[in-house]
């Protein structure tokens, strides 16, 4: 599902995506009418611009990722402010997508979340986690376990790599392990961190519960 202000931008958007294995299911022009519409299609991955008439793409992430446990929701804007980025991250998003990418490389994002893969620039990536990891130091007595057991070594290591960005095939070739090895620990720390997916787990982890 899209929600734009611009037509012209989500037909655009439309084009880029629509393909055998990828339907987009609806669009909105505002945050008030993809509330609603959202929740009535319920789709697998939710595009967001951040500057929409009324209440903010942030407002309408707020609203939805409680509501929506299952959807992926993807910030796709022409903002590279950092708070924004952070903001976003904090409040359950997926990813954290800019305008100025290329329609191939939008497709192969948008997959990728569908895989549980952050969808973020590794510059974005990097630096949202060095800033909530800062923010997380700065909160005494806090864990880095959620409610499950501590994490291994290894799976702190892989964790950090899926914060920068990095997909299970290239943790993998920079570990030396197989792919299938990398899901495996991709899996346990899903499951000690109580998190829905990699993104949620790289922000439970940077945020220290």
Sequence with gaps: MLVDDHA????????????????????????????????AVR??????????????????????????????IVLLTVSTDQRDVTEAMRLGAAGYLTKDMNPDALSRAVRAVLQGDLAMPRRLAAATMRELADAARRRPGEGRTGGGSALTAREEEILRMLADGLTDREIGQALSISTRTVES?????????????????????AEGR
């Design 185 to 205: 620990h991709v899996g346990n720390i899903l499951r000690k961190l109580d998190a829905r997916n990699r993104a949620d787990a790289a922000r439970k982890y």
């Design 43 to 72: 789709p697998d991955v939710l595009l967001v611009d951040i500057d929409l008439p009324g209440a903010s793409g942030l407002h309408l992430l707020r609203d939805l990722a409680p509501r929506l446990p299952e959807t992926r």
């Design 8 to 39: 012209f931008v989500r037909a655009a958007i439309v084009q880029a995506l629509e393909g055998p294995d990828l339907e987009v299911v609806a669009q909105a022009s505002s945050a008030e009418e993809a509330l609603d519409r959202a929740l």
